[in-house]
């Protein structure tokens, strides 16, 4: 007989006896699960579902593959893992929602807000396929270095916790999947990048961001250390307190007994942990996995680390290996969100708690600051209030008790600093805002800089961070400016009303410019967006006044205006403001998250009163003359 032919029939008899042979897990708590394997779900003669209970499509779901282009969505392969799930009762991952990688190239040529329109006609149109998902990576890959999304300043950028646009990400998906398991995803966290990994999800989970598992890939486990791997597992888990997945287990082992201590070393440490709640595989047939070497049934034959993993996935250990999904689904949706992560020291800082249970009734919920009992809420909206009396840290916890008394926990957290120092006692308004007098004391609570070196260096002030003030139109101005850095400053408003603006800003690209907000309650409401062109000869030495006017009042009296960068590589020297009777029609658009509504009303019920409204005074909410 043909030795080819041997073959064939060899490798087709393995691939019989491994199909009708081989069980999932028997856990009904935790996932042992795959992915798809070039674009299929079975592979030649091996059912996918007599092996894995979960299934994640490698790169079928990802959002270049669905819209390659603005107006068309290629579904089939997403659809093929998805029903084949459906089918046989698998669970289903989505992978991925936001990722600087693999997103369509057409993105690329839109304007920040096109991007963030096209981010939610993105998700809206996931929803609509797909509206029973129990299980998203959410954003994937970005600690610095990897993959953050270039179009994150759509999202709102880095802003105050430096992550806002990877929270506001997570609440979009929340809104959409309130029962889903949203999941931040990345690589390199068990070894090179732990620190920056722990501090980006903490920072996340401290913000009250709806995320309710961190994935850490485990690509880098080939050669580590046991004692360095467990540790590292623990150490992460002890400072985020939130579930874990192993999302994309390989490793990428020629020689089988090398493979399979590995396995045997770490499987059952990551299975065994109560905060595990499943395993994925990335890829198990030899020749078809993201690197060379981390297949393991090569040839229609199991390798020894499969075979292995077989025989201990039916172990009792593995059978009842705690999970903090019981049935693999989330019970719980509990988010202590305080108004910052970093506060003055004796400002109030509310507090908000975002609880639901999928099955089961809230009963009460208890909030615990530094591990004290601080205050039983009982109803919701479950708010509060917290007044930090000393510098430092503020550990938040919160436990949910449902009416038959199961419980359910989330922590979060803010730091408290010294007061905010506005530069030279701040400015007037009507005046003029230099921008290189910004607040100062802390990085992230009155500027924020997208690195630590002040390139300007100018030597203006010794408190500025990484902000670069340069010299420029005659004094200093801002330079050096990156998407989503913004500054702050405290101005005493003498005059309510609205307000004109020359805005001094030199450019020597195209598609630069920045955005003026006024900081109420701890969001920002934008009061205009500033495109700034090229300016004079095209260089930055020359500085232009770019004029317009607020889209909404000004209130009497001291506040924070914030200068946010949306678009790269503009200098800004300063922003001079002038009352204006000028009445112009304010749109919804202007006064989304505003105190005012489109007849110029006060929406908000704690400030009824007088103001006054493009030079008209309003009374009691009601306009004394139409407009």
């Known amino acids: 007989m043909n030795q080819l032919i041997k073959?064939?029939?060899?490798?087709?008899?393995?691939?019989?006896?491994?199909?009708?042979?081989?069980?999932?897990?028997?856990?009904?708590?935790?996932?042992?699960?795959?992915?798809?394997?070039?674009?299929?779900?079975?592979?030649?003669?091996?059912?996918?579902?007599q092996l894995w209970n979960q299934i994640t499509p490698e790169n079928e779901s990802k959002w270049a593959s669905i819209q390659p282009n603005p107006n068309s969505f290629n579904w089939t392969g997403c659809d093929n893992a998805y029903n084949y799930a459906k089918d046989h009762n698998l669970l289903f991952k989505f992978h991925t929602l936001v990722w600087g990688s693999q997103y369509p190239s057409w993105m690329n040529n839109l304007s920040t807000d096109a991007q963030y329109k096209a981010i939610e006609d993105w998700m809206d149109a996931i929803k609509k396929r797909y509206p029973d998902l129990l299980m998203i990576d959410?954003?994937?890959?970005?600690?610095?270095?990897?993959?953050?999304?270039?179009?994150?300043?759509?999202?709102?950028?880095?802003?105050?916790?430096?992550?806002?646009?990877?929270?506001?990400?997570?609440?979009?998906?929340?809104?959409r999947w309130p029962n889903a398991i949203l999941i931040y995803n990345d690589y390199n966290t068990f070894q090179w990048q732990k620190s920056e990994f722990i501090e980006l999800v903490k920072t996340l989970r401290d913000a009250g961001a709806p995320i309710d598992a961190y994935g850490m890939q485990s690509h880098d486990l080939n050669d580590i250390n046991i004692n360095t791997f467990k540790n590292a597992m623990d150490e992460i888990q002890n400072a985020l307190k939130i579930p874990m997945y192993i999302t994309e287990y390989d490793i990428d082992k020629a020689n089988d007994n090398d493979q399979l201590q590995r396995y045997k070393e770490q499987i059952p440490y990551m299975w065994e942990a109560d905060y595990c709640a499943g395993v994925t595989l990335w890829g198990y047939i030899h020749g078809k996995t993201w690197v060379d070497n981390s297949g393991i049934i090569k040839n229609g034959v199991e390798r020894p680390a499969m075979t292995w993993l077989k025989e201990y996935i039916k172990t009792d250990a593995a059978k009842k290996a705690k999970s903090p999904f019981p049935g693999m689904v989330k019970e719980a949706s509990v988010y202590v969100k305080p108004a910052a992560i970093k506060v003055e020291k004796d400002v109030v800082v509310p507090i908000e708690i975002l609880a639901s249970l999928r099955t089961k009734t809230i009963d009460?919920?208890?909030?615990?600051?530094?591990?004290?009992?601080?205050?039983?809420?009982?109803?919701?909206?479950?708010?509060?209030?917290?007044?930090?009396?000393?510098?430092?840290?503020?550990?938040?916890?919160?436990?949910?008790v449902a009416t038959d008394n199961t419980k359910y926990e989330r922590y979060a957290g803010f730091t408290a600093y010294e007061s905010r120092a506005p530069y030279n006692g701040g400015a007037e308004i009507p005046g003029t805002i230099e921008c290189e007098n910004f607040d100062g004391k802390v990085e992230g609570m009155t500027y924020h800089d997208s690195d630590n070196t002040d390139e300007g260096n100018t030597h203006y002030?010794?408190?500025?961070?990484?902000?670069?003030?340069?010299?420029?139109?005659?004094?200093?101005?801002?330079?050096?400016?990156?998407?989503?850095?913004?500054l702050e400053y405290t101005v005493d408003v003498r005059e309510a009303g609205t307000y004109k603006y020359k805005a001094y800003a030199s450019s020597g690209t195209t598609g630069s410019g920045f955005s003026i907000g006024v900081v109420k309650d701890g969001r920002v409401v934008n009061l205009c967006k500033i495109q700034v062109s090229k300016t004079g000869n095209n260089t930055w030495d020359n500085y232009e006044a770019f004029e317009g006017s607020f889209s909404i009042p000004l209130e009497k009296g001291k506040q924070r205006l914030r200068i946010t960068i949306d678009n790269p590589y503009c200098n800004i020297d300063k922003i001079v403001l002038e009352k204006t009777t000028d009445i112009r029609q304010i749109t919804k658009d202007d006064l989304k998250g505003s105190r005012y509504n489109l007849k110029g009303e006060m929406i908000d019920e704690h400030h009824k009163g007088i103001?006054?409204?493009?030079?008209?005074?309003?009374?009691?909410?009601?306009?004394?003359?139409?407009?």
């Open 7 to 49: 073959k064939s029939i060899f490798v087709s008899f393995c691939l019989f006896a491994l199909k009708a042979n081989a069980q999932l897990s028997t856990n009904p708590d935790k996932f042992l699960g795959n992915i798809t394997t070039s674009g299929q779900v079975d592979y030649g003669s091996v059912s996918f579902h």
């Open 461 to 486: 002030r010794s408190d500025n961070g990484g902000v670069d003030i340069v010299t420029g139109n005659g004094s200093h101005a801002i330079g050096y400016t990156a998407i989503g850095e913004w």
């Open 138 to 175: 959410v954003v994937n890959e970005a600690i610095t270095g990897h993959a953050p999304a270039p179009y994150k300043a759509a999202l709102g950028g880095d802003g105050a916790t430096g992550y806002d646009w990877i929270i506001k990400a997570f609440e979009m998906a929340h809104e």
């Open 611 to 627: 103001v006054i409204i493009n030079g008209k005074k309003v009374i009691n909410n009601s306009p004394t003359s139409t407009r």
């Open 364 to 400: 009460h919920i208890d909030l615990y600051v530094n591990n004290a009992l601080y205050k039983t809420l009982n109803t919701a909206p479950y708010t509060t209030e917290y007044i930090p009396a000393s510098l430092g840290r503020y550990d938040l916890k919160a436990v949910v």
